[in-house]
C-alpha cells in the first residue's frame, strides 16, 4: 500500500506559482539567495534551541550549509531544524504573511514584475520553481522523536508527502533544473552567485566540498575593518534587496546597556509601493545567537521601516519570545536604539542635505507618524521635519531649526500655513499680513501636517502657530484711496452681520487684509480649517451645516466694501446678495465651501444683474 499523500497548494500559493512558472524574469537566480536564507533561518533557529537547552536530534552536529551540483541539477543541504510533517504542509503548502496578496498583485498587473522582492514578502522558498521543473524537500525534524519525510511537487497539481525514514537533521532541497536554467548547476557560476548572495551568511557554506564564506559577524567586527562593499553585500542579503541602502548606522554601546548594531534604511520606502504595510525586520541577537529574527517592539512601530541586526548581551538567552516581547530590558533597548537612530539621522541631514531630503521624500511620513504617536520622541522628530517656506525660493526646504534661526526681533512665534502647493498658500487671503509684515511661514502640503503640528505645539520654546490663528495686524494698514472711516466700516460690518444672520458668529473689520475684500476666520481659537473639514467629513449625517463658526473679517480699504457701503441704502436687496456672495467667496478661499450650488444660482443672478445695469 502507498503511503504517499497528496496535497492541494492554498489558492494563494497555486496562483502565485503559476505566475512564477510560467513568466520569463530575468532575476531567477535570486533563488539561490532565497533558499540558501532559508537555510540560514533553520540553521539559526537550531542554535537558538541549543542555546535555550533545547533536547535536539544530532546535537553533536553543527549547523552549516552544504550545496552540491549534478546533471541539471542542485540539492542545498543543511543541518538546521528541518521539519516534521506537520511543519512541512504548514510552511510549504499555506502562507501566512498579509503582504503576500498584494505581491501577488503587483505580479499579475506588472509585465515585469519585480521578482527580486519575493524575499520580502515570505514567499521565498517558491522561487525555486522559476528555475525548477521538481522541486524535492527532505526533512527531518530537530524533535528527537521525529522521523524524516519526503515533499515533492512539480509546481502545478499540489505536492506529495511520504515517509523517507531515517533521516540526518535538517533539511536537504533539491532542484531538476528546466533545460533553459541548466547553467545553474554549473559549479562556476553557482560559486559565483552564492558569493555575491550570500557571503554573509552566518554559517559555513560548501559547495561541492570546497568552502565558499568566512563566517563572521560583521556587526560584531570593528567598523574600521569594515569595507563599504561588504557592508553593502551584507544588506543585500539580510534585505532582499539589490539596491544601495540609504544610510547605515553601525553602533556600539556600553552603557545603559551593551549593543552591537547595525542598521539600514532601504533606497526606496516599501510601503509607498502599493503594498501592504511593512513590518520591522530588524533581528534580535544575543552574543551573535539569534534570539529572534524581526523582533517585534525592539523599534517604535514608526520605525518599521528599518532593516539589521541588534546584538545586546544583556539579554538572557533562554527567555520566550512571548516575554521577550513586554520585557523592560526591551523597552529599555528600544528607547537607547530609538534616541540613537534618531541622533544619527539629525547629523546625517547636517551633513548631508541632499541625502538627507531624498530619505525625507521617502520616509516623511513615518517620522510624522512619530511625532503624532510617540510622545517621548516627538522633540527629536521635530528636529527632522522639513517645509517649504516663504523666505526659500520653491522647492527648497528649511528645518524649523533654521527657521527660528531667521526669526527676527520681537517675533515669538512659528508660523505655519496649510495648503494643496505653494500657488494656493502664496494667494490665500490669510498669507496677505505676512507677505505685507515680511514674516516667515513655512508652506505645509500634507494634509497630515495639521495634526502634526498640533501634536508638536512647540519647537524650542516657540508656540508653532497657524496662520488662519495668528493675531496679527498689517503695520501700517493702507490708506488707500476711498478706505472706509473707522465708523463707517464698523457700521457696514454691523449692518453685514445682521443681513447674514446666524451664519456666522461676528463680523468685524480686518487688519490683515491687504488685496482680499473678506476672510473667514475660525471662531475657535484652536480649530483649523483642515481640522474642521475632517471633523466635518466625519460627521457627515448632522446636517448643521457648520459645525463650528467662523468670524467674518471685511477690509474696509477694498473698493468693493467702500461700494457694498454706499449700496446698502440705494438698494438693500443687491447689497444683501453680495453680502452673502462676498461671505461665500471668503468660504471658497478658505477651503470650506463644500456644496457650491446655493453660491453658483447667486453669481448667476448678479451677473445678470450686471449685464442689465450696463445695457
Ligand atoms: P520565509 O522564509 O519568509 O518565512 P519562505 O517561503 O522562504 O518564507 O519559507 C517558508 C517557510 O518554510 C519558512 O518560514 C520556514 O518555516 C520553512 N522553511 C523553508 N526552508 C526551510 C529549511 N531549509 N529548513 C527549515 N524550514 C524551512
Ligand atoms: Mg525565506
Not at 528649511?398 to 527676527?408: F, G, H, I, Q
Request: charged share 30%.
Amino acid at each position: 500500500m502507498s503511503t504517499t499523500e497528496k496535497h492541494h497548494f492554498q489558492a494563494e500559493i497555486q496562483q502565485l506559482l503559476d505566475i512564477v512558472i510560467h513568466s520569463l524574469y530575468t532575476d531567477k537566480e535570486i533563488f539561490v539567495r532565497e533558499l540558501i536564507s532559508n537555510a540560514a533561518d533553520a540553521c539559526e533557529k537550531l542554535r537558538f534551541t541549543q542555546a535555550a537547552g533545547t533536547a535536539v536530534y544530532q546535537s553533536e552536529t553543527v549547523p552549516g550549509i552544504a550545496i552540491t551540483t549534478g546533471e541539471k541539477t542542485i540539492t542545498i543541504t543543511d543541518t538546521g531544524i528541518g521539519m516534521t510533517h506537520g511543519e512541512l504542509v504548514e510552511n510549504l503548502g499555506t502562507i501566512a504573511h498579509s503582504g503576500t496578496k498584494a505581491f501577488l498583485k503587483q505580479l499579475a498587473e506588472d509585465k515585469k514584475p519585480d521578482t527580486k522582492l519575493i524575499g520580502q514578502f515570505g514567499v521565498g522558498f517558491y522561487s525555486a520553481f522559476m528555475v525548477a521543473t521538481n522541486v524535492t524537500v527532505l526533512s527531518r525534524s530537530l524533535a528527537p522523536d521525529a522521523q524524516g519525510w519526503r515533499w515533492t511537487s512539480q509546481g502545478t497539481g499540489g505536492y506529495e508527502i511520504e515517509p523517507a525514514g531515517d533521516l540526518p537533521r535538517g533539511t536537504a532541497i533539491t532542484l531538476q533544473l528546466k533545460d533553459d536554467a541548466s547553467e545553474f548547476a554549473e559549479a562556476d557560476n553557482l560559486e559565483r552567485i552564492i558569493k555575491r548572495y550570500s557571503n554573509f551568511v552566518q554559517y559555513p557554506i560548501e559547495l561541492n566540498g570546497k568552502r565558499l564564506n568566512t563566517v563572521q559577524a560583521i556587526w560584531a567586527r570593528s567598523k574600521n575593518e569594515i569595507k563599504p562593499e561588504e557592508y553593502t553585500e551584507f544588506y543585500h542579503f539580510l534585505g532582499h534587496d539589490d539596491a544601495e541602502p540609504r544610510y547605515r548606522l553601525h553602533f556600539t554601546a556600553d552603557a545603559p546597556l551593551a549593543i552591537q548594531a547595525l542598521l539600514f534604511v532601504p533606497e526606496r520606502n516599501f510601503e509607498t509601493l502599493g503594498m501592504a504595510r511593512i513590518e520591522s525586520e530588524v533581528n534580535l541577537y544575543c552574543k551573535k545567537v539569534m534570539i529572534q529574527d524581526k523582533a517585534k517592539g525592539l523599534f517604535p512601530e514608526w520605525l518599521r521601516f528599518l532593516k539589521g541586526v541588534v546584538d545586546s548581551e544583556d539579554l538572557p538567552l533562554n527567555i520566550s519570545r512571548e516575554t521577550m516581547q513586554d520585557s523592560s530590558l526591551l523597552k529599555k533597548l528600544n528607547g537607547v536604539l530609538t534616541g540613537r537612530f534618531l541622533k544619527f539621522l539629525d547629523e546625517q541631514a547636517e551633513k548631508e542635505a541632499g541625502t538627507y531630503a531624498k530619505f525625507y521624500e521617502q520616509y516623511n511620513r513615518f517620522l510624522k507618524e512619530g511625532v503624532v504617536s510617540d510622545y517621548q520622541h516627538k522633540d527629536a522628530l521635530g528636529k527632522l521635519l522639513r517645509y517649504e517656506s516663504s523666505a526659500l525660493p520653491k522647492g527648497a526646504q528649511t528645518s524649523l531649526a533654521e527657521y527660528v534661526k531667521r526669526l527676527p526681533e520681537g517675533q515669538k512665534e512659528i508660523y505655519f500655513l496649510i495648503g494643496q502647493n505653494r500657488e494656493a498658500v502664496e494667494s490665500s487671503p490669510y498669507y496677505e499680513v505676512f507677505q505685507a509684515r515680511k514674516f516667515e511661514v513655512l508652506f505645509l502640503y500634507d494634509p497630515w501636517d495639521e495634526f502634526v503640528m498640533d501634536h508638536l505645539r512647540q519647537f524650542d520654546g516657540k508656540d508653532l502657530r497657524s496662520a488662519e490663528k495668528a493675531e496679527l495686524d498689517v503695520a501700517e494698514p493702507t490708506k488707500k484711496e476711498g478706505t472706509l472711516s473707522d465708523d463707517d466700516a464698523t457700521a457696514l460690518a454691523a449692518w453685514i452681520k445682521e443681513t447674514l444672520g446666524d451664519r456666522i458668529s461676528a463680523v468685524r473689520p480686518s487688519k490683515r487684509l491687504v488685496d482680499s475684500p473678506a476672510v473667514v476666520l475660525e471662531a475657535d481659537k484652536f480649530m483649523t480649517s483642515t481640522m474642521r473639514r475632517i471633523m466635518k467629513s466625519m460627521k457627515r449625517d448632522t446636517d448643521a451645516p457648520d459645525i463650528v463658526k467662523h468670524d467674518l473679517e471685511i477690509n474696509p480699504a477694498h473698493p468693493l466694501m467702500s461700494r457694498l457701503n454706499a449700496m446698502r441704502q440705494a438698494d438693500p436687496a443687491l447689497a444683501g446678495k453680495v453680502a452673502e456672495q462676498v461671505l461665500d467667496s471668503a468660504r471658497v478661499a478658505a477651503g470650506l465651501m463644500e456644496d457650491p450650488r446655493a453660491m453658483l444660482k447667486r453669481i448667476n443672478e448678479l451677473l445678470e444683474q450686471v449685464l442689465t445695469a450696463k445695457a
